[in-house]
């Protein structure tokens, strides 16, 4: 049997492999199981920190590994253990905020801790944007540095997201790492952590490297996972920075642009390992019509 191109795929969830609503499709969900019956291997590898990603992986039937919190954690949904985090120093952090707003004025912040039961903490003026997310409203930005964190969520009304991670790169890069992960969301994380980061990890645990890995994304704190990966998947939604380092463009996450992919790869694997056709005979092509 021929080996898999690919035994490795790592998929983001908000805005790839979830549509906007956080389900998964059932052709989605169909696909996935395509790959693992292909031999494939499947990994998480999400911004969220894990106690806003264990729900989700409840309703993948998800068993396996999982990159959470922008590669700060890595974390086994079989066992319902953090495996491995780093966390973000809470002095380095304040500081960071600091020379940030002292370069585009005041921002509003929030936090996620550490843990497998750490709070997103919000300060007074914080939103979240995104639909199905929640979090803890804080009395005073002081009480955001209580327990160890995993990163800084920071917004600014009027700045546009990529102005905003730009602006912090410049004067605090060589503190944190400065991440845009969609809308509301630019993050002050661990100085050279990233999800890279934690997939590296994830592929070493399980016997592989990243030439057998397949990437899916669509904002630029996936970028690194690309760099890292064999072969980046952006979806047609995806910003513009993540698709310039794309292999290929997949149809959206609406369209179902994770299962297109997966079953033009492992679909035939699939029916190989199943036994349902033979390599002397592969599988007619939907659409076209048999020699």
Known sequence: MPALAFALIATDLDGTLLRDDDSLSPRTRAALSLAVAAGA?????????VPQVVPVLRG????????????????????????WSVTLDREIAEVAL????????????????DGTDGLMLMEPGFTVTHPTLSGERARHRDELWSRPLTKVLIHRPG????????????????LVTI???????????PLGITKATALARAAALLGTGPAATLAFGDMPNDIPMF???AHGVAMANAH???KAVADEIAVSNEDDGVAVVLE???????????????????????GRARP
């Open 41 to 49: 291997t499947h990994i998480v590898a999400t911004g969220r920190p």
């Open 98 to 113: 600091g020379k940030i707003e002292a370069e585009v004025g005041s921002v509003y912040a929030a936090v996620n801790q």
């Open 60 to 83: 993948l039937g998800h068993q396996g590994l999982a990159v959470c919190g922008q590669g700060a954690q890595l974390y086994d949904a079989g066992t319902g253990r953090i495996v």
């Open 159 to 174: 700045i546009p997201e990529d102005a905003l991670a730009a602006a912090a790169r410049a004067v605090v890069g060589d």
């Open 227 to 229: 760099l890292w990966s």
């Open 179 to 189: 991440t845009m992960a969609g809308p509301g969301a630019v993050e002050l994380q």
């Open 264 to 286: 033009r790869l492992y679909g035939a694997a699939a029916d190989l390992r199943a036994g349902i056709v033979s390599q002397a005979r592969p599988r007619a092509r939907v």
């Open 240 to 242: 513009e920075d993540l």
